[in-house]
């Protein structure tokens, strides 16, 4: 298998993928965690979407990092045999690179799923809601953060609610563990910089990547050159 990944001119950008999605889930991460820092006393509530929208990027990003590792068990009909296998075997060379570190709530795509089909789940919500003989909550609190839940009783209903001391997220039926997540994504990273794929890298970038004979070499074309443009 690694010489199969060494014979793909491409492969080593799918380190550099997990490295660049899981150094995001981090930043973002330790962004919410310094942002929503709960109080020694007290409580608050806060109302910032744009927070919301950070805890959506990690989210997003975790599941675009699970794709790279988890292949579809069954090819879907329009997709070439070749490009079915060669799915699978990726994700098992980078899985086999990864192994041995937990990451059930990176790969929690319940949550993202509520995300990202929104209205789905909340036309489920409401039909839910509309049928039950009592509401599961008097009140139903949406696109904020609490310090606590001991902050209301009883809990309200979660609508993109974020628990700063748990440091939880919940939206509808469906939670993840914000701070579990980060640990794992931490975990992962800290493997990631140490595997020969990504050798001397310590952050994500860019890079350029050979895909052909070196200019110097007989059947090279012209080296191309990077020009910078005057504005």
């Avoid at 699970?66 to 329009?78: C, D, E, I, M, S």
């Avoid at 937990?102 to 795509?109: G, I, K, L």
């Avoid at 939206?171 to 980060?182: A, I």
Wanted: charged content about 25%; overall charge positive; aromatic content about 8%.
């Amino acid at each position: 298998m690694a010489s199969e990944a060494r014979s793909v001119p491409l492969f080593q950008l799918y380190f550099h993928e997990l490295l660049w999605l899981v150094t995001a889930i981090c930043k973002n991460c330790e962004l919410i965690f310094r942002n929503t820092d709960p109080p020694t006393d007290g409580h608050f509530i806060n109302v910032d979407p744009e927070l919301h929208a950070r805890i959506a990027t990690v989210l997003i990003n975790a599941a675009n990092f699970k794709k790279l590792l988890v292949a579809p068990t069954v090819r879907p009909k329009a997709q070439p045999l070749e490009l079915f296998e060669f799915r699978k075997r990726r994700a098992k060379i980078l899985a086999t690179a990864l192994a041995g570190i937990d990451m059930n709530e990176m790969f929690n795509v319940k949550v993202r799923n509520s995300i990202e089909h929104f209205d789905e789940y909340l036309d489920e919500a409401n039909l839910e809601l509309a049928a039950a003989k009592t509401p599961p909550s008097p009140l139903a609190a949406y696109n904020m953060t609490f310090s606590s839940w001991e902050l209301m009783s009883p809990r309200p209903y979660p609508v993109r609610l974020y628990i700063a001391d748990k440091r939880m997220f919940h939206n509808l039926k469906y939670s993840v563990d914000l701070g579990k997540l980060y640990n794992e994504a931490l975990t992962v990273r800290g493997r990631l910089l140490e595997t020969p794929a990504l050798s001397g890298v310590k952050e994500p970038g860019g890079l350029m990547v050979p895909l052909g004979p070196k200019p110097n070499e007989p059947d090279a074309q012209d080296a191309i050159v990077l020009r910078r443009k005057r504005r």
